[in-house]
């Protein structure tokens, strides 16, 4: 996610990137499936796995799940401090307007 990897870059096979980390394969094995089901890289069979465009709707769950927990703890500060809801509202409406 840090560009360090280009989509359609090769990766270590198993076996290499396990030695190189002095790693269990099947360890290595678990880490290459849950990147595939996620959409990080892609297996082809016979010629390796590579790294996948980004999967844009896992990150955007991702942040979704960030921006959940922030606002969490902004409506907790909000009724601890008996700030009204609609100036807490009132107040991300305005930052979030000020993107645009």
């Known amino acids: 996610m840090d560009g360090t990897l280009t989509a359609g870059e090769a990766l270590p096979s198993m076996r290499a990137l396990a030695k190189e980390l002095h790693l269990s394969v099947i360890t290595v094995q678990r880490a290459y499936e849950d990147l595939t089901r996620d959409g990080f890289i892609e297996t082809v069979s016979g010629k390796g796995s590579f790294v996948a465009a980004q999967n844009k709707e896992f990150i955007r769950e991702e942040r979704l ?3 959940e927990g922030l606002l969490q703890r902004v409506a907790e500060l909000g009724r601890s401090s008996g700030i009204p ?11 979030y307007e000020e993107g645009d």
């Open 85 to 95: 809801l609609e100036k807490l509202t009132g107040i991300l409406a305005l930052f």
């Open 65 to 67: 799940r960030e921006a």
